[in-house]
Nanobody, 115 residues
Framework: QVQLVESGGGLVQPGGSLRLSCAAS????????MGWYRQAPGKQRELVAG???????NYADSVKGRFTISRDNAKNTVYLEMTSLKPEDTAVYYC?????????WGQGTQVTVSS
């Protein structure tokens, strides 16, 4: 089993920044992908950014140039640095770890961008 613990969400003004963290523990193998998804009220969950164990990164078009994903493989932790936040970034952000064709999800952390 794999457990994911997210932290770093909160309330921020438009134009502000936040950093999310997701620490994985349990039965983690060498090769896995970690990523961040978000779900706004009334909308489907969508990919924000992903990072493979080989260092390949991908981003949703809506966050390119504003968000940066990184991972610390020694700590099994993935980060999401969010800058120039907009009200439309408001959502519950979820961390996901994928390995051996199985997806594991965190409990989610709320990010609210509002003045």
């Amino acid at each position: 089993q794999v457990q994911l613990v997210e932290s770093g969400g909160g309330l921020v003004q438009p134009g502000g920044s936040l950093r999310l963290s997701c620490a994985a523990s349990g039965s983690i193998f060498r090769f896995y992908t970690m990523g961040w998804y978000r779900q706004a009220p009334g909308k489907q969950r969508e990919l924000v950014a992903g990072a493979t164990s080989g260092g390949i990164l991908n981003y949703a078009d809506s966050v390119k140039g504003r968000f940066t994903i990184s991972r610390d493989n020694a700590k099994n932790t993935v980060y999401l640095e969010m800058t120039s936040l907009k009200p439309e970034d408001t959502a519950v952000y979820y961390c996901k770890l994928s390995q051996l064709a199985i997806d594991y999800w965190g409990q989610g952390t709320q990010v609210t961008v509002s003045s």
